[in-house]
């Protein structure tokens, strides 16, 4: 079964940046053919969509909550996908979740909708305070 594996989150300052990676813990499982996603989840809050990508990252999902100040990227040969993450606000604290999914995104509208997503990682908190 794949399972996945964050890192790089922790306490950053508003304003500032942070890397979250996510890469799958066991070979010979790959990430190459899954579609991608990042979620979090604030206290008290439910779990929301950060981000999506597809297989060849020819297709990306943001929440607009995130437009312009987060990038979801992937190097398919480290089987790493990433979340870069600029501008930091304090609403952004959350804990973060990779996701995989099997299925591709969908055109909705003008823009891609994110899939159901099969597997899930563990969480790395991001705290965004002064």
């Known amino acids: 079964q794949l399972q996945l594996v964050e890192s790089g989150g922790g306490l950053v300052q508003p304003g500032g940046s942070l890397r979250l990676s996510c890469e799958a813990s066991?070979?010979?499982?790959?990430?190459?053919?899954?579609?991608m996603g990042w979620f979090r989840q604030a206290p008290g809050k439910e779990r929301e969509g950060v981000s999506c990508i597809s297989s060849s990252s020819d297709r990306i999902n943001y929440a607009d909550s995130v437009k312009g100040r987060f990038t979801i990227s992937r190097n398919n040969a480290k089987n790493t996908v990433y979340l870069q993450m600029n501008g930091l606000k304090a609403e952004d604290t959350a804990v973060y979740y990779c996701a995989a999914s099997a299925t591709a995104l969908r055109r909705y509208g003008s823009s891609w909708q994110c899939p159901e997503f099969d597997y899930w990682g563990q969480g790395s908190q991001v705290t965004v305070s002064s």
């Open positions: 066991r070979f010979p499982f790959t990430l190459d053919f899954y579609t």
